[in-house]
């Protein structure tokens, strides 16, 4: 079919302008509690939303607080939050808590960045960093077997690191 009747045939066929309702709910929609839950009364909280896991907190004697959760599985994941994030940067210093977190990768003074980075690899383990408004967060993953391991890199990387010119 040439060109010419192909466009005459679309300009001739007729269009469905017509609005359709969408029942994809919207990212802060009310829907999907009012389908499980109802119309909840102020205030109240859903059922499933009551539940906390249990967890243990223990205050060291220099003050950092270590939050423990047991959890049947062959992985583990452990976190350190320092209480300082961008929030605490002023207009001169913006950008000074991100810079810190990718300089905790850059060795210590246990470990050559090298040696950092190979000791993580044979171990398997994956290390993260992250900065917020209020925290700065480094972050291992590993096997539960290997959970020593990564507390020791991950506390030699926060109070040993060095910042060499």
């Not at 896991?53 to 320092?82: D, H, K, Y």
């Not at 000791?119 to 959970?147: P, V, W, Y």
Request: hydrophobic letters at 35%.
């Amino acid at each position: 079919m040439p060109a010419s009747a192909r466009c005459s045939n679309l300009s001739k066929s007729k269009v469905d302008h017509t609005l359709e309702e969408t029942t994809k709910d919207l990212q802060f929609s009310k829907a999907p509690i009012m389908k499980n839950f109802g119309e909840l009364e102020f205030g109240q909280i859903p059922e499933p939303l009551k539940y906390s896991r249990p967890f243990e907190m223990t205050t060291l004697s220099n003050g950092i607080r270590v939050c423990t959760e047991a959890w049947n599985s062959q992985v583990a994941s452990i976190g350190v939050f320092v209480g300082s994030g961008s929030r605490n940067e002023t207009l001169e210093t913006s950008g000074t808590a991100h810079f810190l977190e990718h300089l905790l990768m850059k060795g210590t003074s246990n470990k050559t960045r090298v040696q950092l980075e190979s000791e993580i690899e044979k171990h398997g383990i994956q290390i993260n960093t992250a900065t917020n408004r209020e925290h700065t967060l480094i972050s291992a993953n590993c096997f539960a077997k290997d959970t020593a391991k990564a507390v020791d890199l991950l506390g030699d990387m926060i109070s040993n690191s060095r910042f060499d010119k």
